[in-house]
């Protein structure tokens, strides 16, 4: 079975530090890699990563994947009280496969 | 807007009734999916179309679930005689779909069920 594993569930640091956030995945037939922010309501997408070791980078987030070891990171540097939310990874095999999400709190 | 639209925002509905939610996907999309998210969970796939094909339905899909896609434009998602599990944010999806190039899932705001 397709599952996606993500750490850690919680995450509170203050606004200027810097998180990383982890994304695991067994899948057959994967496709991609997708990170999303979920604030409220929808998720809205942020990356998608196909290849590996290729960084996708947009102003203070960035994501890599590891296809070999199954990863995928997301980085935000400098947070702000604004990237509060709940970051979703899910792997493509023809559907979304999502993980548990990362609720992460900026603190001021 | 042009996103994923979906109607109705909340539905409060007692047990045993039956619901019926739409969603509009964006037009040029030609794949729309279907998700489940209760409080602190990612969100759990329910079923997906190409145009108006039903491609996969989820083995946890109860039979009191149903979805169409008549048009290969908007669908719908009912639910027959609900219970209270059933309460969670439903969530439509879609995108552009082909064999070398895939776009991501652009999501709608969900309808939140509550079934008392």
């Known amino acids: 079975e397709d599952k996606v594993v993500q750490s850690p569930l919680s995450l509170v640091v203050h606004e200027g530090d810097t998180v990383t956030l982890n994304c695991s995945y067994e899948v057959t037939n994967f496709r991609s890699l997708l990170w999303y922010k979920q604030e409220k309501k929808a998720p809205t997408f942020l990356f998608m990563l196909t290849s590996s070791g290729i960084e996708k980078k947009s102003g203070r987030l960035s994501s890599i994947l590891d296809k070999k070891e199954l990863f995928s990171i997301l980085n935000i540097t400098a947070t702000q009280t604004g990237d509060s939310a709940v970051y979703l990874c899910a792997v493509d095999p023809q559907k979304l496969v999502f993980g548990q999400g990362t609720r992460l709190t900026i603190n001021p | 807007d042009t996103g994923v639209s979906q109607n109705p925002r909340h539905k409060i509905t007692k047990r045993g009734q039956n619901v019926t939610f739409r969603c509009d996907p964006i037009?040029?999309?030609?794949?729309l999916y279907w998700y489940r998210q209760t409080l602190g969970q990612g969100p759990e796939f329910l079923t997906y179309?190409?145009?108006?094909?039903?491609?996969?339905k989820s083995r946890l899909l109860s039979d009191r679930f149903s979805a169409e896609r008549p048009k290969g434009s908007f669908s719908t998602l009912e639910i027959q005689r609900t219970e209270q599990g059933d309460s969670a944010m439903y969530l439509c999806?879609?995108?552009?779909?082909?064999?070398?190039?895939?776009?991501?899932?652009?999501f709608g705001n969900g309808t939140r069920l509550t079934v008392t």
């Open positions: 179309f190409q145009n108006e094909a039903q491609l996969e």
């Open positions: 999806a879609s995108s552009l779909w082909g064999t070398h190039y895939n776009s991501p899932l652009h």
């Open positions: 037009s040029e999309h030609n794949r």
